[in-house]
């Protein structure tokens, strides 16, 4: 059976080489979307060395500040909304909780405020939420006012929320402290993936529809540049040396590399995955593998790429620009987190 991408979504497999990039003790935490699980893939062997249960339509993975915990957004279904986060305890390999959100639905993007409070986005409900994971319960919900809140990351010293709003093609900036929306920021149609670069002064946003890339002065919420960037660019993640942002293109099937300090696309990064007819399949794309979730290893020698439409992870050399070898997780994996910890020792 094949699945269409809900409207307000839009959304040669590589020998495993990665004896020349070790990576020591640490896990790659994979949201599974079409199983419900997510896999601890143990970056030393390269091997899944767990696969756990979460709730349905597992979108987004956070780890916590330490490693020890991942948290987990479930999602829902076409047909049910997810209402649920899983907690998971990433040495131990093992389900902590399952924390219920009451009244607040579908459940997407997740940042830990510490080791023991995330913010969350509820797309259904138009609200970024705080959760205090070790109560299992939501502390405040700020409304958005905006549409399918998709993405969210946290700057300004902790103190400021900066959420990518889907069917509004904005930002909304919310303040931390203050517990309030502070503006939105018109940037493109499709805005989805967000990041903020390491020094705190740019937030930079994937327009997919529009097949642009906004960047916006953190502290002034002002838009400084609105640059191309085809096809579906629909992730972003900013290298820890703050020089660069990745951008991963669902209908191009390929990377972007781009110039924080030109604010200008560097390159064009292959991926070389081929997209394979699995149940489940994202249609819309075409060949594309769709390359979606983007995680960065702490020293940015190494990113990692999910392609939800083959059932693939990339593993990226990111000092020679090409990829180094690819794992394995289970079907349609997006949304991943990145544990300095082994998975299965605690």
């Not at 131990?92 to 940042?111: F, I, K, Q, S």
């Not at 493109?188 to 930079?204: H, L, N």
């Not at 529809?209 to 002034?220: G, L």
């Amino acid at each position: 059976m094949t699945r269409t991408l809900m409207p307000w979504i839009l959304l040669t497999c590589l020998p495993l080489a990665l004896a020349a990039l070790p990576a020591g003790a640490a896990t790659l935490v994979v949201a599974n979307k079409a199983e419900a699980t997510v896999s601890l893939i143990d970056l030393d062997s390269g091997k899944v060395a767990a696969t756990l249960p979460t709730g349905q339509g597992p979108h987004e993975v956070a780890v916590s500040p330490s490693g020890k915990l991942a948290l987990v957004t479930d999602y829902g279904t076409r047909e049910k909304p997810g209402s649920t986060l899983t907690l998971l305890d990433v040495p131990g390999a093992r389900v902590v909780r399952t924390v219920d959100l009451g009244e607040y639905r579908r459940p997407h993007g997740a940042v830990w405020l510490s080791e023991s409070r995330a913010v969350v986005t509820a797309e259904g409900s138009q609200a970024l939420l705080e959760v205090d994971l070790a109560e299992g319960k939501v502390v405040r919900a700020i409304p958005t006012g905006q549409e399918i809140s998709h993405m969210v990351v946290v700057g300004m010293g902790g103190t400021r929320a900066f959420i990518a709003n889907i069917g509004s093609g904005s930002i909304t900036a919310i303040d931390l402290e203050e517990g309030r929306k502070l503006a939105d920021v018109p940037t493109g149609k499709g805005a989805e993936g967000i990041d903020v670069t390491p020094d705190g002064r740019q937030v930079w946003v994937t327009n997919r529809e529009a097949d642009t890339v906004t960047v916006i002065d953190a502290a002034t919420l002002q838009v400084v540049a609105n640059l191309p960037c085809a096809a579906f660019p629909i992730r972003a993640k900013a290298t820890p040396d703050g020089k660069r942002v990745l951008v991963s293109n669902a209908k191009s099937g390929d990377l972007a590399v781009l110039s924080v300090g030109s604010r200008a696309v560097e390159r064009r990064v292959p991926l070389a995955v081929e997209a394979t007819a699995t149940e489940g399949r994202l249609m819309g794309f075409g060949t594309s593998s769709v390359p979606i979730g983007i995680v960065i290893e702490p020293g940015g020698k190494r990113a990692y790429v999910a392609h939800a439409n083959a059932d693939r992870i990339t593993v990226l050399d990111l000092e020679g620009w090409k990829p180094a070898g690819s794992l394995t997780a289970g079907k349609e994996p997006d949304g991943m987190g990145y544990s300095p910890l082994a998975p299965g020792k605690g």
